[in-house]
């Protein structure tokens, strides 16, 4: 069962407008970390941000921050300021508790261009 | 110098021929992970490590395998490969240098990418 979902292929955005990338997922499990890739068109996966199940404040990393919302299950990337060199793929990725700690399972990608 | 790499960054073989794919990293790590990516369909596990002597197979193990040489090294290998493994070929690390706690989600840090064609 897919348990990231990403339901945006492709997002546009002005240079120097803010932006929010769509992730939810579906867990059982209480103790769980989310994070976001960014994966320029060069094709390396570059980690973002974090976010633990249990942290009680939104992550940030500078322009990125991760808009949690726990009971919703969701995990939205905003970009703030957007910059051209921004326009890339962006995965958002869930790594489990218990059982199967150490995976990742991965969304299927949003599709970043930011325009002039 | 890059923490994790991976060789060949780009490889081009026929069906029925066996590959192998290498990954390094000097993060000090004890975890490791082989994943593909295909267009659309983000990454999907291949296999994963957690230390030299535990292997786990992940999401599409089938026709792959992996060898975990050394704490810092873990390859993985395609014994016939076919088109339809073509594909785009991550390594990645996690973990606190030194330390063997599993009580916690860390983040996966990425190699380069081997760009995979069989044809």
């Known amino acids: 069962a897919q348990k990231i979902t990403q339901t945006q292929p492709g997002m546009f955005v002005q240079e120097k407008e803010a932006v929010t990338l769509d992730c939810t997922y579906d867990t059982s499990d209480p103790s769980y970390g989310l994070f976001w890739y960014k994966q320029p068109s060069s094709g390396e996966m570059i980690f973002l941000i974090y976010q633990g199940s249990y942290d009680q404040q939104n992550a940030t990393e500078g322009r990125y921050s991760l808009n949690f919302q726990k009971a919703r299950k969701s995990a939205n990337l905003v970009i703030s300021a957007s910059q051209l060199g921004d326009s890339a793929m962006y995965f958002c990725?869930?790594?489990?508790?218990?059982?199967?700690?150490?995976?990742?399972?991965f969304g299927r990608g949003t599709q970043l261009t930011v325009w002039p | 110098d890059a923490d994790v790499t991976q060789t060949p960054r780009n490889r081009i073989t026929k069906t029925g021929k066996r590959i192998m794919l290498e990954c390094s990293q000097t993060?000090?790590?004890?975890?490791m992970y082989w994943y593909r990516q295909d267009p659309g369909l983000g990454l999907r596990l291949i296999y994963y490590?957690?230390?030299?002597?535990?292997?786990n197979k992940g999401e599409i193990s089938d026709g792959y395998s992996v060898s975990r040489q050394a704490q810092a090294k873990f390859s993985l290998s395609l014994e016939s490969a076919i088109p339809n493994q073509t594909a785009l070929y991550f390594c990645?690390?996690?973990?606190?240098?030194?330390?063997?706690?599993?009580?916690?989600?860390?983040?996966?840090?990425f190699g380069p990418g081997t760009r995979l064609t069989v044809l």
């Open positions: 993060k000090g790590h004890d975890r």
């Open positions: 990645a690390t996690s973990g606190q240098p030194g330390t063997r706690d599993r009580g916690s989600t860390d983040t996966q840090y």
């Open positions: 490590s957690f230390d030299v002597k535990d292997i």
């Open positions: 990725a869930m790594g489990p508790g218990g059982s199967t700690l150490g995976r990742l399972y």
